[in-house]
């Protein structure tokens, strides 16, 4: 598996780190138990494309939203995860 | 059919031209009052209990390949039980027991061999930890030792004792570990399960569940057509998450990819199993001679059975920096498997929130070991509607309620673990 880096390139996965599923969103301070207990735990462990979080520590530092199927591993879309960052680039 | 001295004798004496079906090979039937989903390991010792030590009989296992297709063909054949927190010390050490009359009580050569698992410290803080769990063990009654330098010298004079950033200082000793013959344990089950009655049906994939109206489980639905069931059970680890789904459930596990591999055959080496403390790298030598090892699971999400290159790299640098002779000896074979991993590392053995149907899964990479108390357990809760008393903590609730069994330390981070 390699990724292609928005900034560096095409990379090896040892560069990588990666953190999970990018859909799950932090709720809200005032947020209920369940809402927290679902962010936390819960996964959706999807069987085919998904997107996810990806750190590419090893280069650049960005970290990336990678649209992956974790059934062959094939990458279709990497792009820079949403933040100040990516605002910048995408400028 | 039934393996003595005597049956070996005389297939011998006919030119082992008349060895039977060492279990039957079912079509399903209509109903059963336990269905089990999944035909590894945990699967048929599901049955296999529920049969002889629960008197439930009518019971099928369905597997959508061949039985022990999945991780229980695919693993690196440890067991121990050398577990620290309470829930799993106990738990692990009734699967060592189990495995200690395995072969007898299924009249199977499982190839049991207590040769001994040895966990190696590199560091100071890492023998207090060793230490610590060691004496855990002890209380509860199970055999732990804690090796000084000299007594492992003793013991594997080959290892690189002086390495320079990671110098072995010592080790916990786990003499009652060992392997296990891991396809035979498989085989070992459906024949024992398959001669008390226990319907085996393979190539039957669950393809969702029948459901009355109130919602509780009636049977599933499958690749060979709707078997009603009392009670459905499911062990099928990798795929917990998509079998869940079928009725409505999310659960706190993700599905990755471990990797494992086997050298080509050396002449004996090894003794026992042995672990690497500062890296994370295990190893144990086959009857053949292969060195049978493994590490890291490779830390993203998969359900591709193949892992990538990294970990693999990784995974024989630990073994390099703990022998460095084995640095010319060429790998022979590598494969992956699919964890289901838990959000503590730790199994859950549970009823679900769907009425009928029960959960065995999350048992991360620790699979194998457990297999005999897995199928134990699991076959109390589905005839007892009770856990039995030593998986009483892998409740599927504990997440919510935050009585975890972290072992580690990693907190909600499946690949940490």
């Known amino acids: 598996m390699r990724i292609v880096c928005p900034f560096c390139g095409e990379r090896e996965l040892g560069e990588f780190t990666y953190l999970g599923d990018a859909k799950p969103v932090r709720p809200e301070a005032g947020a209920s138990q369940d809402e927290v207990f679902d962010y936390v735990y819960l996964r959706d462990n999807v069987a085919g494309q998904t997107s996810e979080y990806w750190y590419h520590g090893d280069g650049c530092r960005a970290w990336l939203n990678v649209t992956r199927n974790t059934l062959t591993h094939e990458i279709s879309a990497v792009e820079p995860a949403t933040g100040a960052g990516a605002r910048q680039v995408a400028k | 059919m039934k393996y003595s001295i005597f049956s070996l004798v005389r297939a011998a004496l006919s030119g082992h031209k008349n060895w039977q079906r060492t279990w039957r090979d079912a079509t399903p039937k209509d109903h059963y009052d336990v269905v089990i989903i999944g035909g590894g390991g945990h699967g048929l010792a599901t049955a296999w209990f529920l049969a002889s030590e629960y008197g439930i009989r009518n019971v099928a296992v369905l597997e959508k390949g061949w039985i022990g297709s999945g991780n229980a063909g695919r693993n690196t054949t440890i067991i121990r039980s050398n577990y620290g927190l309470p829930g799993n010390t106990g738990f692990y ?98 024949h024992a399960a398959s001669a008390l009655g226990v319907d085996v049906i393979q190539n039957c994939e669950v393809t969702g569940f029948t459901r009355d109206a109130n919602g509780k489980v009636t049977g599933v639905e499958t690749s060979r057509g709707k078997i009603g069931a009392g009670k459905v ?115 859950i053995i549970d009823k679900s929130p769907v009425d009928g149907l029960y959960i065995n899964a999350g048992w991360c990479y620790g699979g194998f070991k457990a297999t005999p108390g897995s199928g134990f357990v699991f ?39």
């Open chain 2, 233 to 347: 059970g499911m062990a099928v680890a990798g795929s917990s998450s998509r079998v869940a789904a079928m009725a409505g459930l999310r659960l706190p596990i993700e599905s990755h990819v471990l990797q494992a591999f086997v050298s080509e055959a050396i002449k004996p080496l090894i003794p026992g199993v042995m672990t690497f403390g500062a890296g994370h790298f295990y190893v144990s030598q086959s009857d053949k001679g292969g060195l049978v090892f493994g590490g890291d699971i490779d830390g993203y999400n998969s359900y591709a059975q193949r892992g990538n290159m990294p970990v693999m790299e990784d995974v024989c640098e630990g073994g390099m920096a703990l022998m460095p002779m084995i640095g010319r000896v060429r790998l022979l074979r590598q494969w992956g498997g699919i964890m289901d991993m838990s959000m503590d590392g730790s199994p």
């Open chain 2, 93 to 190: 050490e009734l699967s060592m027991k189990l495995w200690e009359r395995m072969e007898q009580d299924l009249n199977y050569n499982t190839m049991v061999s207590q040769r001994g698992v040895i966990n190696l410290y590199h560091s100071d803080a890492q023998r207090d930890a060793y230490a610590r769990r060691g004496n855990t063990m002890r209380i509860n009654g199970i055999d732990a030792e804690l090796l000084d330098l000299a007594a492992v010298r003793k013991m594997i004079p080959f290892l690189n004792f002086d390495n320079a950033r990671f110098p072995v200082q010592g080790g916990l000793l786990q003499r009652r570990g060992g392997t296990a013959r891991h396809d035979a344990v498989v085989w070992g089950y459906a």
């Open chain 2, 379 to 417: 076959a109390h809760l589905l005839a007892r509607d009770e856990s039995h008393g030593e998986a009483a903590r892998f409740r599927l609730d504990r997440f919510r309620t935050g009585a975890m069994i972290d072992e580690k330390g990693q907190g909600a981070q499946p690949n940490l673990h």
